[in-house]
């Protein structure tokens, strides 16, 4: 009764190439067939006596690139990647291709793209190995090295392809990162751009009144200030003619006295217009009195106007400078809203 009809399974039914479809393809096309996997089975034990050599003089050759000396010192240690290097060296003999093989091979991939080694140093990598082992596998089979080194390259062919495979799967998860990043980043800024649209749309609203207002206040306070302007001259005209009034009322104040004068030589005939010089005097005295309460008071508005239209002058300059500002905030109003539209026109982009 043999072990397929015990139901046993032994290591030797493990042996071979155990895949199915795409994987199955994929061996087959790189030329590795169950005879390559059962040379290398067969040296299992000398790999074991060369593994050592070749690891040690691969990391001899590997630390000599200060760039691969920087990664590996920066993520891991030198034993413990030489421990990796070593269950890796004896794991190709060990003459099975299944699934778990395509895994393992897979997962050491996606560190080494994750810890930043390129592709170009991986593969160069393989060549370098091959070449080590070769050396070694002449010394120890001078006969035989050339159908085992032949074998051993399919299967580092192989373990290259599988390699670039997890390096591709690597950048497009980073890839689809930075796609779902960048929608991220777009509907946080179609959000700000709504907000600032909306806040545009009220600044400018408000920019227009206060422009407008601002216009209105400037021209209404030019319009005061050549009232008071006006105002100010006609001041001055009252008070020339008071001043004109005054020597009419000073000449006026002379005729009386000279009147009296005369109706003083007259006697008796001149008393009737002595009486009338008398009045004529009594009325330019309080003429001139009554002149100069007018011009009193023409000096108090006149002051008065001065201080105002001083201050008209300065409103007009403020209300000019406010119309200004409106301006240049409905200026400010506009370039913000040119962003915006950029904004908007990025993110349909």
Do not use: C
């Not at 060549?127 to 006969?143: C, E, F, G």
């Not at 399919?154 to 929608?183: G, T």
């Not at 030589?265 to 009594?282: L, M």
Request: hydrophobic residues 40%.
């Amino acid at each position: 009764m043999n072990n397929h009809m015990m139901g046993r399974t032994t290591a030797s039914d493990r042996l071979g190439i155990h895949l199915t479809g795409a994987r199955l393809q994929q061996v087959a096309f790189t030329g590795i067939t169950e005879e390559d996997l059962k040379i290398l089975h067969a040296q299992e034990a000398l790999f074991g006596t060369i593994t050592d050599l070749v690891v040690d003089e691969l990391y001899e050759r590997l630390l000599q690139e200060p760039e691969l000396a920087a990664i590996i010192n920066s993520h891991s240690t030198l034993d413990r990647l030489k421990g990796t290097q070593r269950w890796y060296f004896q794991s190709l003999t060990a003459g099975l291709i299944d699934e778990a093989f395509f895994e393992r091979r897979l997962h050491i991939g996606r560190i080494h793209s994750r810890i930043g080694l390129t592709t170009n140093w991986y593969l160069g990598t393989y060549m370098l190995y091959l070449q080590i082992a070769t050396q070694q596998l002449k010394r120890a089979l001078p006969d035989q090295w050339a159908v085992v080194v032949m074998s051993l390259s399919k299967l580092f062919n192989l373990d290259s392809q599988v390699v670039l495979e997890a390096y591709e799967e690597d950048e497009k998860e980073k890839i689809q990162r930075m796609v779902e990043e960048k929608q991220h980043l777009l509907l946080r800024v179609n959000a700000a751009v709504q907000e600032l649209t909306s806040m545009i749309a009220e600044l400018n609203a408000s920019s227009r009144k206060m422009a407008d207002s601002a216009e209105n206040t400037a021209e209404l306070q030019r319009s005061s200030n050549e009232q008071v302007k006006e105002l100010h001259r006609q001041v001055e005209d009252i008070g020339s003619l008071g001043t004109t009034m005054k020597e009419v009322s000073d000449q006026t104040h002379l005729i009386g006295l000279n009147a009296s004068i005369e109706a003083a030589r007259a006697g008796e005939e001149g008393r009737g217009f002595a009486v009338v010089a008398n009045e004529i005097r009594k009325l330019a005295a309080n003429s001139k009195q009554s002149l100069g309460l007018i011009q009193e008071k023409l000096g108090s508005i006149y002051t008065a106007l001065n201080l105002v239209q001083r201050g008209s002058d300065q409103t007009v300059i403020l209300a000019e400078g406010q119309a200004a500002s409106s301006q240049e905030l409905s200026a400010f109003v506009q370039m913000i809203e040119s962003v915006a539209l950029e904004l908007e026109a990025l993110q349909q982009e």
